[in-house]
């Protein structure tokens, strides 16, 4: 492996109080390991940043606000941070990072999918926030994706910056990925609500053609884990190929992140704004001027 990767995705945890259908933390082949203690995760921390020249962080887990304090801390060893949330717990105003809360569908999928509740509490926990200071991150699976022109409402009821939208990433014949003809159709859905309903869908129409099925070897080939990311898990063992380990499916990448970058990478100006709108400095928040110029090659 390179070893400059100036993205880092960690699993701050392997708790969390969800145990989601389409969730591939938790699976039945690799067993989540016990966490470290705050001091050993912050000195194995240090250790990767340096050994790969991470300057990017995105918290995941698990749900990392369980380790608020740990958190907070890991986050200052960086200068760009985005934390991925569930939004079942309380979530802090203060947290100097991009925030994405996650959404899967009207209330009745999404608590399908993620619990009984989940749904309501987050929508409860989202109220308390700023309009326009966090992001959605909905994920498309099979359950989900009959309800794209229900986003626009999403967003207006949330006061959110927009959605950062993405597919389920699953290995082949897992029921929730949306694959093939369905994808494709998916996408058109995207592009007409990116057209009629302005400022629902973070992604430009250049990322959101990315997600046809046509371009998923492309994205497997260029995809940021090749050469720019690396992930973590809670003990600080690298995931291969990527975050999603053994759920990877490079045969249909949905991953809403890598296609932003591969649309950048294209020359898409406004993937350029996403990805800085969304990782930020940390003196700098989503729905605030992005910083420019030198800066832009350390964003996610
Ligand atoms: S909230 Fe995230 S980590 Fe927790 S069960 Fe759901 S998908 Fe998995
Ligand atoms: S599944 Fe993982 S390794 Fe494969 S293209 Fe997607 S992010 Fe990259």
């Known amino acids: 492996m390179n070893q400059t990767r100036p993205i880092g995705i960690f699993d701050l945890t392997g708790e969390c109080p969800l145990r989601c259908r389409h969730c591939y933390f938790y699976t039945d082949v690799s067993p989540v390991p016990p966490d470290l203690d705050d001091e050993g995760f912050l000195l194995k921390l240090e250790q990767a940043r340096d050994t790969y020249g991470i300057r990017s962080a995105f918290w995941i887990g698990g749900e990392p606000l369980l380790r608020l304090d740990l958190l907070r801390e890991a986050m200052a060893l960086f200068p760009r941070n985005a934390i991925a949330t569930s939004g079942v717990i309380p979530v802090p105003t203060d947290l100097g990072a991009g925030l994405l809360v996650s959404i899967d569908g009207p209330r009745e999928v999404h608590d399908a999918l993620r619990g009984e509740g989940a749904f309501d509490t987050a929508m409860r926990n989202m109220a308390e926030l700023p309009a326009q200071s966090f992001a959605l991150a909905t994920t498309l699976t099979a359950e989900s994706v009959e309800y794209i022109s229900w986003l626009p409402e999403l967003v207006a009821s949330t006061r959110a910056l ?4 993405g597919f389920h990433v699953g290995r082949p014949g897992d029921p929730s990925r949306v694959d093939g003809h369905r994808r494709d159709q998916a996408v058109d859905e995207l592009l007409r609500l990116h057209r009629d309903f302005p400022g629902t869908l973070l992604h430009s129409r250049n990322a959101i053609e990315l997600f046809r099925s046509r371009y998923s070897e492309e994205i497997a080939k260029t995809c940021i884990y090749k050469d720019k990311a690396v992930s973590f898990d809670v003990n600080f ?64």
């Not at 927009?162 to 939208?165: A, E, H, K, P």
């Not at 700098?284 to 030198?294: E, K, L």
């Open 162 to 165: 927009g959605i950062l939208v």
């Open 237 to 300: 063992k690298i995931k291969e190929p990527c975050t999603f380990a053994e759920n990877a499916s490079c045969d249909a990448c949905g991953c809403p992140v890598v296609i932003a970058h591969a649309a950048r990478d294209g020359g898409d100006e406004a993937s350029e704004g996403l990805l800085q709108a969304l990782f930020p400095r940390r003196e700098t928040m989503i729905g605030q001027p992005a910083v420019s110029g030198d800066e832009a090659s350390l964003s996610l």
